[in-house]
Structure formats: structure tokens, C-alpha cells
């Protein structure tokens, strides 16, 4: 473990609580006004009779789990009066409230004016409990709950507190008629109500809030605490002096906080208590320092084998999975980092970031912690029962300025595509001043990016989004950072891209100098073109049509080199499963781009490109390329005309008038191919019945091997055949009907034949 976590923890150790998870008091107060719909107005101290009445006007009071909301007397036990059913009032109560919030202000360590909203009125008879549970936070802004007890006759019903291993029981009782009991806590803390042993228990549950509810308000601020984080300063200055790349010390600290905080409320501004006190240290200690101070959701996920639990079965007759197991030994285990804060309140875009064992602070202090989630799986098949468990924690999390590119690097492009985003539009933003240094950040993030890009990155070519390279080309060419552009084509993209990368690549491209551009075209399709065919294709014809008329820019050399690449017979064997091969695919894009982009730069290039497909129909096919090619390219105005695209229509006409020119006369018998590939007993008789003029059915009474294998060889040869089975008698039929698919496949050639020749004659 390092000495620099074990350190930081210590120092952080240090700062005083500025307040507690909880605080309770007694007040003296003038008893409100209370009024109830249907009781009406009622006496404090609480009567007998008025006790009963509030009872019998009170409805059961639910709980929340999950999203669900249950009444369930086995778990709560109380009434409940809703806040449009009460009137509160008096001359004296608001100034009682105001000095029960000065109170709790003060023992929660909330340093900035908060409301109490009254949220209802409980009553808990004898018998009455509520076992442990958190609040939800029922309202923006809310980050605590206060209980006022007003004065009665009762006995127990006291509340427990739990937090963080600490706990607080608090009896509420007052011994005088003329004081009031009241406590409030953070509404994450787990609490309970005993069950009221005597009388009843009447309290005023109100929920406080901050009194900016945006979430955006100044952060808590704890008292005076100069020394310590001086002292926190001086620790992290040696760490930011000796945090080099080749330093053994961690690459940032995390620094789990003692509060839970949902990612809707992560933010300085809602931390709460000691994580206040700690966040506000912290944030100047790291400000003094040279370094980056963020909040971030700290995540941890676990997996490993359950074993059966002691006891299983033997509670209370119950049989569910959560009784059958516990977690056994954990095989896989994850700690990242999201959902980052700055200490200005807006949002990072740093991305999921992994974390190492030796950068919490302390050392272990993720060790102990109950889990958030936890599942459990019995045994399937070869594998054992095993469980899935999470912990979700807030934490603050620090590095030294310098070593910002270490952290980000070691989640991968992941976290730095997004960052560098992230700067890129922050620097579009930014005002004059600012502006020299986001670009030198963001110009840095990406040489550091590109210096450690993936040696052997898988690239889709066929993919319809922009790939890594695309993003960090088309984010480079928003900032102007040429230098950089030049090393993402030369030493990235040269070598393998999409067309999804098109954009981003011209965008590049255009920030450079004519001659420049021409020279890396020209580089990317001699690099490229054997695994990304097309897309070199659509890059050569988009650069052609938008750099045409420009001087210096002469792209013949790139189209020489796309026209070599070109495959023929020799290429075309059987489709391969590599990145490469895929990438080589003629479909008819890359015969129209080529024929666009070649007669932009040179017409005699392009009637070679014609030649050559016309060359090699197996691969370039008539139906399948070229026809398609040739309709799409007459629908552009820019090549009509052509000597290469007349070339291509002549060829593609012919092709389609010859087989115009077949007859189209339907079968006037029953016959029907008979090219049966396999020459088995059965096959032979199918064979058979397709060649018999007079028979249009056969049935196949046979087992299911042997019907299953006609069935396969109709497929196989494409028989004009529509197959049945009849499940009645044993073993089952197979019914062969003949049919006229051919024909209908022909009729419907034919329709898209008259088509194309109508558009290509236009």
C-alpha cells in the first residue's frame, strides 16, 4: 500500500466535524394551534379521548420499497394524518420552529439558511413501531428529516439512529409540558421507531430543505481549518514534485465518503457533515497544490461462488433464495469511477475511470462496506450457484494536474474521446483569454491519445458510425490542429477505415495545404485500400468533386494507386472472415464513387475503371453491381454524359435486353427442373416426380430423417416444390405440390428489367 493514501487519510482524519448525522434537543415552547379535519381543534398536552379521536381519524401509514408503496402492519405500525388535513398556527410557533432550525443547522453542520416543510402527522398507539428503513428524499432540496414529539402520555417508542457504525437512541420524552422533543438526521441514515409500550406518541414529521433547491447553491462551507489544510497542501505538493510517469506512486487518490449521496444529488454543494467539513478542506488543499479535485459515484462490482448458508430452510419455514445462500469467494472483482463532479458544480465528462487498489485512502477502507445490491443464482447444469453483489459509494478523488492524461489513460479511449470533447467545445466557448490555453490542453490530451493508441485495434470498416479514429480526426479538425492531423492519417487511418469516417477525414483533410492533402490521399489509398475498398473509394470521390476546380490538388496519382487495388478473378474466392477481406467487398457504391471520383480527375481513368469491371463479371456482377451502379450514377446530373458511364450503360442495356428477349410463357404441364443434386433412393424418386409432366403431388411416407433430407435438396436445388407434412397415421407424409415460382420470379425480373432500362434510356 502507499504511503501517500495512508497519509492523506490520516491528515483528512483530522478536521473537526463541523456537526454530527444527527442532532435532538428539548425547547420551551407555547403549544400551536393544532386543528384536525374531523377532530378539530386539539389540546396539548395530549388527551386520552382527543388521542383515540386522532387514532380513528388517522389512515395506516405505508412505507416505501423500491418503487412500490406497501402498508404492512408486520413491518410499520402507525397512523397517519396527511398536511390537508392539519392546520398549524399560534403566535408563538413559528418562532419556536425557527429556533429548532438554529439548532439543527448547527448540529448537522448546514452553514446556509434552510426551510422545514411540513409533511405530516404521526401517530403511534400502543403497539406502534416502524422497523429500520431510510427516508426517501421526498422533494427537491430535501436532505433531512426533522420529528417534532409534542407533549403526551407515552412510554417508549424511542428512535435509533444508525450511521457509519455509530448509534444514537433517543427517547423524545420531555418531563416537562411546557418543552418539546424534537431531533433531526440526514435522510440517508437508517433509523427505527421501538414499539410504544404506553399511550401515544404524537409527532410532527417535517422535511428540511435547503432553501436553494436547484442543487446549485454555494457548497457548505466548514469553520476555520487553515492549519489542516496546510498541512494537507504540503502532502500533496511532494506528491505532484515526485508524481512523474515513472514514479511508483498511485496516479490519483480516492477518498470515500462517509454519506450516500444518489447521482441526481452528487455534488460540493450537498455534501453533507463530516464529507462537507472534508470537501471544503480538500478543495483548497488541492487548489494550493497543483492538483484536480473531483466527486465522483465510486462503483464496485463483485462476482464469485455461494455456498449454501447455515441455517437455510431453518428460519421461520422460508425457502427463498436470499435465505439459501451467502457469498462464498470472489472471483471477479471491479472498482471504477463515474458521474464526475467539479467543486464549481458542473459536470465532467471523464467517463468511467477503473481504480486500483493502492489509490483508495485509506488503504481498505472499501473493505467492510454492506452491499447496495446483491443477488443470488443456484446452481445450473456444470455450474455452481454464485452471486453478483455492488457497492455504490460517493467519493473525492484527486491528481496532480500534470499526471491528468495518466488517469484518463487508464480507462482508454473511453474516458479520453469524451474528455477531449469535452475541451474541444469548452475551447469553441471560451473567451479570448482563455482560449490559448484549452487549445494547448486539448492539442496535448490528443498527441498523448495518439501516442498510445492500440497497436492492434479491430476495425470495422463496414460500421455506421463514426470509429475512435473518426471521432479524435473530426474533434482535431474542429481545433486546427494540423500537426496532429497529419500523425491520426498518416499513422491511423492509413491502414484501414470506414466510410462512416468520410466526414471526418475530408474535415482533416481541408486544414491542410492542396499539396498536402493530394500526398496523404494518396498515402491513406495506397495503405488502405487492400481492407477498406469502399471507403477509399467514397474518399477519393468526395475529395474529387469538393477539391475539382481547386489549383494544386491534382489527385491522378491516389486514383492510380485505387485503380491497381482494384480485385479481380484472382481475389474473389470464397468471402473471408478478416477485417481485411470484408472491407474489399464490390458493392455497387464503390463502382458509382469510382466512376464520379475518376471522371472528376481524369476520363481516361475512368474508362479504365469501366474496362476493368467489365472484365471480371464474376466479380463485378450485372444484377448484383453494375446495374445498380449505373442507375445511381444517372441520377447524377455531374457525370451524365461521360464516355465512362455511357460505356457503363451500353453494357448494362445489353445485358438487360438479351434476357428481356427470353420468353416469358408460363409451364404448360406439370414438369419442372429436375437438377436434384444428391442421387440417393429418394432423391432419385423426387427427381422423378419433377420430370413427370402429368403428376403435379407426391407424397413421401417415410421417417423424419428421410422427409427432413427431401426437404433439404428442394431448398438446395430451389425446386419449383411447396412442402407439407400430414401428422395423421404413423410415420408421417410429406406432401410435394408443384408450383410456378420460377415463373413468378421471372414476371417479377422482368418488372424491375423494364425499369432500369426506362431509367437508363432517360
Not at 417534532?148 to 402520555?153: D, E, G
Amino acid at each position: 500500500m502507499t504511503v501517500i493514501a495512508t497519509d492523506l487519510a490520516a491528515l483528512l482524519g483530522t478536521v473537526r466535524r463541523p456537526g454530527d448525522f444527527y442532532v435532538a434537543g428539548e425547547i420551551a415552547f407555547s403549544p400551536p394551534s393544532l386543528d384536525v379535519a374531523s377532530v378539530g381543534p386539539v389540546a396539548l398536552p395530549l388527551l386520552p379521548i382527543q388521542a383515540r379521536q386522532l387514532i380513528d381519524a388517522a389512515e395506516p401509514a405505508p412505507f416505501g420499497r423500491g418503487e412500490q408503496t406497501i402498508i404492512d402492519p408486520t413491518v410499520r405500525r402507525c397512523g397517519q394524518i396527511g398536511p390537508d388535513r392539519v392546520r398549524l398556527g399560534g403566535r408563538h410557533w413559528a418562532r419556536t420552529l425557527e429556533d429548532i432550525l438554529a439548532r439543527v443547522s448547527d448540529g448537522l453542520g448546514v452553514d446556509e439558511p434552510i426551510d422545514a416543510e411540513f409533511y405530516k402527522l404521526l401517530i403511534y398507539d400502543q403497539g406502534g413501531f416502524f422497523v429500520s428503513h431510510r427516508d426517501t428524499e421526498k422533494v427537491a432540496g430535501m436532505f433531512a428529516t426533522l420529528t417534532v414529539v409534542l407533549p403526551s402520555h407515552f412510554s417508549g417508542g424511542d428512535l435509533i439512529i444508525r450511521h457509519k457504525g455509530r448509534e444514537a437512541c433517543l427517547a423524545l420524552h420531555t418531563g416537562d409540558p411546557g418543552d418539546v422533543a424534537f431531533a433531526a438526521f440526514y435522510a440517508d441514515c437508517v433509523h427505527e421507531i421501538l414499539p410504544v409500550s404506553e399511550g401515544c406518541r404524537l409527532a410532527l414529521i417535517y422535511n428540511l430543505l435547503r432553501r436553494s433547491r436547484s442543487g446549485r447553491g454555494r457548497a457548505l462551507h466548514p469553520p476555520d481549518y487553515t492549519a489542516e489544510q496546510a498541512r494537507i497542501a504540503a502532502l500533496l505538493r511532494r506528491w505532484t514534485d515526485t508524481a512523474g510517469p515513472d514514479a511508483a506512486l498511485p496516479a490519483k487518490l480516492v477518498y470515500p465518503l462517509e454519506h450516500a449521496y444518489t447521482p441526481a444529488e452528487l455534488g460540493f454543494a450537498s455534501l453533507k457533515g463530516a464529507d462537507a467539513a472534508v470537501g471544503g478542506v480538500l478543495t483548497g488543499a488541492a487548489r494550493d497544490a497543483g492538483c484536480d479535485l473531483h466527486l465522483a459515484l465510486l462503483t464496485i462490482e463483485e462476482s464469485g461462488a455461494a455456498e449454501y448458508a447455515d441455517t437455510y430452510g431453518s428460519r421461520r419455514g422460508r425457502w427463498d433464495t436470499a435465505d439459501a445462500f451467502e457469498a462464498g469467494e470472489v472471483f471477479e472483482r471491479s472498482v471504477a469511477l463515474s458521474d464526475w463532479r467539479r467543486p464549481d458544480g458542473t459536470r465532467s465528462d471523464l467517463g468511467e475511470i477503473p481504480v486500483e487498489e493502492d489509490e483508495i485512502a485509506p488503504p481498505g477502507a472499501c473493505d467492510d462496506l454492506a452491499p447496495d445490491e446483491e443477488q443470488f443464482h443456484e446452481a445450473t447444469g456444470n455450474e455452481g450457484a454464485s452471486f453478483e453483489r455492488s457497492y455504490r459509494r460517493a467519493a473525492l478523488v484527486l491528481w496532480p494536474r500534470a499526471r491528468l492524461f495518466a488517469v484518463l489513460s487508464q480507462a482508454g479511449l473511453g474516458a479520453t474521446l469524451p474528455y477531449l470533447g469535452d475541451l474541444v467545445r469548452r475551447w469553441a466557448a471560451a473567451d479570448p483569454d482563455c482560449r490559448a490555453a484549452l487549445w494547448r490542453d486539448a492539442h496535448d490530451l490528443a498527441e498523448h491519445m495518439v501516442g498510445r493508441w492500440p497497436k492492434h485495434d479491430w476495425r470495422d470498416t463496414e460500421r455506421k458510425e463514426p470509429s475512435e479514429a473518426g471521432q479524435i480526426l473530426g474533434l482535431l479538425a474542429e481545433l486546427g490542429d494540423t500537426a496532429t492531423i497529419e500523425t491520426v492519417l498518416t499513422g491511423i487511418i492509413a491502414g484501414g477505415f470506414g466510410k462512416a469516417d468520410t466526414d471526418a477525414i475530408m474535415a482533416a483533410l481541408g486544414q491542410l495545404a492542396p499539396l498536402r492533402r493530394v500526398a496523404l490521399i494518396e498515402l491513406i489509398v495506397a495503405e488502405s485500400a487492400a481492407g477498406s475498398l469502399g471507403a477509399c473509394a467514397n474518399l477519393l470521390a468526395r475529395a474529387a468533386v469538393a477539391w475539382a476546380t481547386s489549383g494544386n490538388c491534382d489527385l491522378t496519382g491516389a486514383a492510380t494507386r485505387l485503380l491497381t487495388a482494384l480485385p479481380s478473378g484472382a481475389a474473389r474466392a470464397t468471402p473471408s472472415s478478416g477485417w481485411q477481406q470484408s472491407g474489399r467487398a464490390v458493392v455497387a457504391g464503390v463502382v458509382a464513387d469510382l466512376v464520379l471520383g475518376f471522371g472528376a480527375i481524369d476520363p481516361v481513368l475512368a474508362e479504365r475503371a469501366i474496362d476493368h469491371v467489365l472484365a471480371w463479371p464474376k466479380v463485378y456482377g450485372m444484377d448484383a453491381v453494375l446495374v445498380p451502379a449505373a442507375r445511381c450514377l444517372c441520377q447524377r446530373q455531374l457525370v451524365r454524359g461521360t464516355a465512362a458511364l455511357a460505356r457503363l450503360r451500353t453494357a448494362c442495356l445489353a445485358h438487360l435486353r438479351r434476357r428481356m428477349a427470353e420468353k416469358l410463357a408460363g409451364p404448360t404441364d406439370w414438369r419442372r427442373d429436375s437438377k436434384i443434386p444428391c442421387r440417393c433412393p429418394r432423391c432419385a424418386d423426387l427427381a422423378r416426380f419433377l420430370a413427370n409432366p402429368d403428376a403435379s403431388t407426391w407424397v413421401l411416407k417415410a421417417a423424419e430423417a428421410e422427409r427432413a433430407h427431401v426437404q433439404h435438396s428442394i431448398r438446395q436445388a430451389g425446386s419449383d416444390v411447396d412442402t407439407t407434412t400430414d401428422r395423421s397415421g404413423r410415420p408421417y407424409r410429406l406432401i410435394c405440390t408443384k408450383n410456378q415460382a420460377s415463373h413468378e420470379r421471372r414476371l417479377r425480373q422482368r418488372q424491375r428489367d423494364l425499369e432500369a432500362v426506362a431509367e437508363l434510356t432517360l
